[in-house]
């Protein structure tokens, strides 16, 4: 009997030996393919051939992608994102999307670490060292101990944000539109929070209801002394709002590792201002948390061949087509 099949997307990112060193198991039950023709026509044949999509970022798992899998069970999302991924869909067609958050620590330490970085004016002092100048006296950093973190998504990365700047002695605050309480933080509305935080870090996962959470409105509640940080999705920011309020002085920085459009163009004003820190969605990226969520993603796959519900699906409640069934 054949083997099931699980097609990978993106297949530059596998050098020769990857899976069968990282995928053992998963290597010794199903065949896996990789595909480079994302966009396509000979990409609907592959996905239509798979029982698992496996699928990196930036791709979309669209509409058309999902109708062409026939006997697609599952699409499983290599990372905690899955914007991308037609889930509305998926659920429709009965496919299961799950994705694999391994990444909580890193992304919780990286929010910190522009936290701090925005704290100490770190790109002034960079700059300062590397030209030899001299900078004036009165430029001082400011501390982050006794200050106010507002984290907007207090899930797995939120929560451990919130562990780590409570361990600094930050005062936190959070904001989820289901939150109603927290033992580590004062849950608050959102409007309460972007008044009242020193650090406003975003941590929600991109909807229609929280493209663009933070517009104009909400920059206009903030103080002039406060900072945003984003390492969640940049929609979730109206950015031509967040330069804007930069260039006005309402609020006093932002430190982004992630952006409207990726990469962002050139010339986006945010690249070049003085009071931003820019990273290209990488800052979070780090040798454990692709190892964690490589084995995340392989018990997924290895799931949804058996016929069970991933632990990480994000469409529980769908009748899905896979259910009861394993693939051998």
């Known amino acids: 009997m054949a083997r099931p099949v699980v097609l990978l997307n993106r297949a530059e990112f596998y050098p020769p030996g990857w899976i069968e060193k990282h995928w053992p198991t998963l290597s010794r039950r199903a065949e896996?393919?990789?595909?480079?023709?994302?966009?396509?026509?000979?990409?609907?044949d592959e996905v239509a051939a798979a029982d698992v999509l496996f699928a990196r970022t930036?791709?979309?798992?669209?509409?058309?992608?999902?109708?062409?899998?026939e006997k697609l069970r599952g699409v499983v999302a290599a990372t905690v994102g899955y914007d991308k991924i037609d889930v509305a869909a998926a659920s429709e067609m009965g496919i299961v999307v799950a994705n694999s958050p391994g990444n909580t620590d890193t992304m919780a330490e990286a929010t910190i670490l522009l936290v701090l970085a925005l704290a100490k004016q770190l790109p002034l002092w960079l700059d300062a060292a590397r030209n030899g100048t001299r900078v004036a006296s009165s430029v001082v950093g400011t501390e982050i101990l006794g200050k106010t973190i507002g984290i907007v998504g207090f899930g797995r990365i939120g929560r451990a944000t919130a562990e780590r700047a409570k361990a600094l002695g930050m005062n936190v605050l959070a904001y989820g539109p289901r939150l109603a309480r927290s033992d580590l933080a004062e849950v608050v509305s959102l409007d309460d929070l972007l008044r009242r935080?020193?650090?406003v870090s975003l941590h929600a996962v991109?909807?229609?209801?929280?493209?663009r959470m933070v517009d104009g409105a909400g920059f206009a509640l903030m103080k002039?002394?406060?900072?945003?940080v984003n390492t969640a999705r940049g929609e979730l920011v109206d950015e031509a709002a967040l330069i804007d309020a930069l260039r006005a002085g309402r609020i006093a920085g932002a430190g982004l590792d992630v952006f409207e459009v990726e990469p962002p163009a050139t010339d986006n004003p945010l690249l070049s201002m003085p009071n931003v820190i820019a990273t290209p969605h990488r800052v979070?990226?780090?040798?454990?948390?692709?190892l964690r969520c490589a084995r995340l993603a392989e018990q997924s796959i290895l799931a949804l061949l058996d016929g069970r519900l991933p632990e990480f699906t994000v469409n529980p409640d769908i009748r899905w087509r896979g259910a009861g069934s394993a693939a051998e």
Do not use: K, M, N, W
Request: hydrophobic share 30%; proline share 7%.
């Open 58 to 69: 930036p791709s979309g798992v669209d509409c058309q992608t999902l109708a062409a899998g």
């Open 206 to 211: 991109l909807t229609s209801e929280t493209r």
């Open 197 to 199: 935080s020193d650090y």
């Open 32 to 44: 896996i393919r990789l595909s480079a023709h994302e966009g396509e026509p000979e990409y609907f």
């Open 224 to 228: 002039p002394t406060s900072f945003i």
């Open 284 to 290: 979070g990226h780090s040798a454990e948390a692709r």
